[in-house]
């Protein structure tokens, strides 16, 4: 069992690679940003290192201790519903999870995905299971379930978000590229 200590990245920036592999954790529909970092721990939200230790925990209590880092959040319709949390995203990101691989998200929550750096996939995930292995190419939108030997074509990201997530998010790429020319 890893130690949610092990688990979260002690640096939140984050080196993004086009091609990453690791294991999915798959939740169902209407996932809001209250399962995602739960209320109660709002007066955590100034030590993001210490949230992250409670993300998904509401939908799975023994998330962080089983996963990975590089491991992927996998969902249904509707990802990050609810409240516009800006921290929901971060913490995720900050957890080390590779990507989240979702049906279909919630548009804020989509937006402040890409404005702190962590990839998303549009994708039916039907042939996907918590355990299965993933391969994702994210220039391509490729997902490779190497588990069950399927693969499932993304729609993947724009060419601009996909510079937004390699500088590290929006405020990164600013502060790299001076403005927002894409």
Do not use: C
Not at 159 to 181: H, Q, R, T
């Amino acid at each position: 069992m890893v130690n949610k200590e092990q688990n979260v990245k002690k640096d939140p920036s984050f080196k993004f690679k086009e091609v990453v592999r690791g294991k999915a954790w798959k939740f169902g529909d209407d996932i809001s940003t209250d399962h995602i970092i739960p209320g109660r721990y709002y007066h955590l939200r100034s030590n993001l290192q210490e949230l992250a230790k409670h993300i998904m925990e509401d939908a799975d209590l023994d998330f962080v201790k089983k996963m990975n880092s590089g491991d992927f959040i996998v969902a249904g319709y509707n990802f990050g519903m609810g409240s516009s949390r800006e921290h929901a995203p971060l913490v995720i990101k900050i957890a080390d999870v590779s990507a989240v691989i979702a049906k279909s998200f919630a548009r804020i929550f989509y937006r402040n995905s890409i404005n702190v750096g962590l990839p998303l996939l549009i994708a039916n995930t039907d042939d996907i299971e918590s355990g299965d292995e993933l391969e994702v190419d994210f220039k391509e939108g490729l997902i490779k379930n190497l588990t069950r030997g399927k693969v499932i074509q993304a729609k993947p990201l724009p060419e601009f978000m996909l510079k937004i997530i390699e500088a590290g998010g929006l405020v990164a790429y600013i502060k790299e590229k001076g403005n927002l020319v894409i």
